[in-house]
T-cell receptor, first 114, second 113 residues
Framework: AQSVAQPEDQVKVAEGNPLTVKCTYS??????LFWYVQYPNRGLQFLLK??????LVKGSYGFEAEFNKSQTSFHLKKPSALVSDSALYFC????????????FGAGTTVTVRA | DGGITQSPKYLFRKEGQNVTLSCEQN?????MYWYRQDPGQGLRLIYY???????QKGDIAEGYSVSREKKESFPLTVTSAQKNPTAFYLC????????????FGEGSWLTVV
């Protein structure tokens, strides 16, 4: 079975400071890993994904994520956070050996204070 | 514009009624999904369909039904058997093969009154 864990319910940072949102995963085969962001009462917006290749993936709005196979982690990062980055962030894993189902973590609420 | 359209955005249901949430996509995607979102619980998979006229149960299918008669449409019916249907429902779609991203609609709020 595949699963995703986001160990922090909330992350709070000051504007201009680095932002990190943690994610660990478990799959039986090779994972496809995704990060999504959700604003209130909206659908999920795709930020970035890791499929293969370079472990550091760059995505939308200045976000990046680092794939670490040994630690089964895929942490989301942004060097300098903005107030507008305040939202709910979801990590997701797609197991290509399991009917392409996408499993989500519980989400992390990010608050960036001015 | 290409995308995934969910309707209605807000829906109220009386106890004992069935309601149907619409999901239409014009992205020519093969696979479509329905997720339920409750506060603090992330997204849970209700049903998914990888091709027309075929669909599979997800993790919380009880009390829900779907159909996939057309590639672009994947409606979800919340039946009276679903005991706690108040939630935010999200439809998604993707190309079936490869590492393609799953894209989401804007969601539908269902409230039982």
């Amino acid at each position: 079975a595949q699963s995703v864990a986001q160990p922090e319910d909330q992350v709070k940072v000051a504007e201009g400071n680095p932002l990190t949102v943690k994610c660990t995963y478990s799959v039986s085969g090779n994972p496809y890993l995704f990060w999504y962001v959700q604003y209130p009462n909206r659908g999920l917006q795709f930020l970035l994904k890791y499929i293969t290749g370079d472990n550091l993936v760059k995505g939308s709005y200045g976000f990046e994520a680092e794939f670490n196979k040994s630690q089964t982690s895929f942490h989301l990062k942004k060097p300098s956070a903005l107030v507008s980055d305040s939202a709910l962030y979801f990590c997701a894993v797609r197991d290509i050996s399991n009917d392409y189902k996408l499993s989500f973590g519980a989400g992390t609420t990010v608050t960036v204070r001015a | 514009d290409g995308g995934i359209t969910q309707s209605p955005k807000y829906l109220f249901r009386k106890e004992g009624q069935n309601v149907t949430l619409s999901c239409e996509q014009n992205l020519n995607h093969d696979a479509m999904y329905w997720y339920r979102q409750d506060p603090g619980q992330g997204l849970r998979l209700i049903y998914y369909s990888q091709i027309v006229n075929d669909f599979q149960k997800g993790d919380i299918a009880e009390g829900y039904s779907v159909s996939r008669e057309k590639k672009e449409s994947f409606p979800l019916t919340v039946t009276s058997a679903q005991k706690n249907p108040t939630a935010f429902y999200l439809c998604a779609s993707t190309l079936r093969e490869g590492e393609n991203t799953i894209y989401f609609g804007e969601g539908s709020w269902l409230t039982v009154v």
